[in-house]
């Protein structure tokens, strides 16, 4: 699937393509609506429906990611809410067996991320992960989030590498659009973001449910 001789340079996305997706879709849907109910004295399934017409409102966008905008939005410390139920922060299978097949290799692997860096903290805390990459970028130092296609262009000013020699993988299509519009050649579509949720194949771009399948 990937021409290993090829690639001299290895792109991740974190959520949902190295992390379980679970605890991020079980954060903000459940655990945050079941705080801010209680917090505000409404019923759960309001306050629900309520935060999830807030976040797609905002999706796609920096503050969609940004901690201290929803901290101040909601009236909740949700960096605290999150290490409450930071046991739920797993990594994929086969994912330390991928990152240990590129570590023998001379490649430039990094992690790229439209994560805050509030969250990426807890996250590398809890995964132990950041050993493994040369160098991590959070879409907040690039000034806009992956699904703008000049994200790219921000990210190769940080990062030395050619396209037509670059591997991204990641669980979201729109970003997968972007990055080839900029003229990433390898791209790969991670199928099972959520442990808890269905396979979902892409149409566009070869889809992978577990790493070892790129070994
Ligand atoms: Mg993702």
Same mark, same amino acid.
């Given at each position: ?20 997706? !679970? ?14 109910? =209680?917090? *505000? ?13 807030? %976040? ?17 939005? @909601?009236?909740?410390?949700?960096? $605290? @809410?999150?290490?409450?139920? #930071? ?11 991928? @990152? ?8 430039? /692997?990094?992690?790229?991320? *439209? ?9 590398? $805390? ?12 959070? $879409? ?28 991204? $993988?990641? #669980? ?9 519009? %900029?003229?990433? =050649? !390898?791209?790969? !579509? /991670? ?25």
């Amino acid at each position: 699937m990937i021409p290993w001789p090829e690639v001299d340079t290895v792109l991740l996305d974190m959520d949902g393509t190295l992390l379980d997706k !679970h605890f991020d879709d079980y954060f903000w849907e459940h655990f945050v609506p079941e705080i801010y109910a =209680r917090e *505000n004295g409404i019923e759960e399934r309001e306050a629900r429906k309520k935060l999830l017409d807030t %976040y797609r409102a905002k999706e796609g966008t920096l503050d969609w990611t940004d901690l201290d905008y929803w901290s101040e939005q @909601l009236g909740l410390d949700i960096p $605290a @809410l999150k290490l409450k139920i #930071d046991h739920l922060i797993q990594v994929h299978p086969y994912v330390i067996e991928f @990152l240990e097949f590129l570590q023998k290799s001379p490649r430039g /692997v990094y992690l790229v991320t *439209n994560a805050h860096g509030k969250t990426l903290a807890i996250k590398m $805390a809890k995964t132990a992960l950041s050993g493994y990459f040369t160098g991590i970028v959070c $879409a907040e130092e690039i000034g806009m989030p992956k699904e703008d296609p000049r994200f790219w262009a921000g990210l190769r000013q940080r990062i030395d590498f050619r396209r037509e020699r670059t591997m991204l $993988a990641e #669980d979201s299509e729109k970003i997968l659009l972007s990055a080839r519009s %900029y003229g990433i =050649r !390898h791209l790969i !579509h /991670v199928a099972r973001p959520s442990s808890r949720g269905p396979i979902q194949v892409s149409s566009q771009f070869p889809s992978i449910s577990f790493f070892n399948e790129l070994i």
